[in-house]
């Protein structure tokens, strides 16, 4: 751990100086959260993901990055790039092997895009358009739900596929899940990698035709980001 814990929802930070199951919080909202540059006129932007390099933390919103050390006195660090505005969405950013990496999706287009930096401030398109080779053959456009760095390497995983890269550039795939699940997280720690899904689910059980789907919450895990195996098949807890 870094001894400070963040979490950001909407305009606000989450502050902690420890993790346990039920660590006080301090909220850094609009009238706390202290920005040191005039771009965000007391206004605090739509925070969207959030990394820690071993020295600070960056945060991110839709092509912004703000700087801090403390989680609560912020500096604007400039913009990431108008590359992938529009129908692109910042799906995760991660920092490892000296570079940063952020992975966007364009839906529409059903196209994953990265944008790398060496030092987190100035940046460039790492891929616009990756594609990875299938094992039967032909290619296949990733279309990831969640990104995290771990293993050595940078991870972004799909409803099953799971594409790696070292330095955000070059990518492959790399495995998949046991099952097709709605993944939503990707974690790393501790050696293993954890996918989470979380599937509302859809109708009642005694709909017809086959269009209820009943809620899921599958956790999926890795040792090394290429073999998956199914550990839990809903979350439960005392």
Not at 42 to 55: A, F, Q, T, V
Not at 139 to 152: D, L, R, S, V
Not at 180 to 188: G, N, P, R, V
Request: hydrophobic share 30%.
């Amino acid at each position: 751990g870094y001894n400070t814990w963040i979490q950001n929802y909407s305009s606000s930070a989450y502050v902690s100086d420890n993790f346990s199951d039920n660590p006080p919080w301090q909220v850094t909202d609009n009238t706390s959260m202290v920005f040191e540059e005039s771009y965000v006129l007391n206004e605090s932007p739509y925070l969207k993901h959030i990394l820690h390099d071993g020295n600070r933390y960056l945060a991110f919103d839709k092509n912004s990055m703000f700087e801090s050390f403390n989680g609560q006195t912020w500096s604007h660090l400039g913009q990431i790039g108008d590359n992938f505005s529009g129908n692109f969405e910042m799906i995760g950013t991660a920092y490892g092997n000296g570079k940063y990496v952020a992975v966007f999706f364009n839906s529409v287009e059903d196209r994953m895009a990265t944008m790398v930096s060496d030092n987190g401030s100035n940046w460039v398109i790492g891929h616009d358009n990756v594609q990875v080779a299938r094992p039967g053959g032909g290619y296949k456009n990733p279309a990831p739900k969640a990104f995290t760095f771990g293993a050595g390497k940078f991870v972004a995983i799909d409803n099953q596929t799971v594409v790696g890269s070292t330095d955000g550039v070059s990518w492959s795939s790399i495995g998949e899940l046991p099952e097709s699940a709605s993944i939503k997280d990707l974690e790393y720690g501790n050696g293993i990698f954890l996918a989470l899904e979380s599937d509302p689910g859809h109708g009642q059980p005694w709909w017809c035709c086959n269009q209820y789907r009943p809620k899921k919450g599958r956790i999926f895990k890795s040792l090394d980001g290429n073999s998956w195996s199914k550990i839990l098949d809903n979350i439960t807890y005392d």
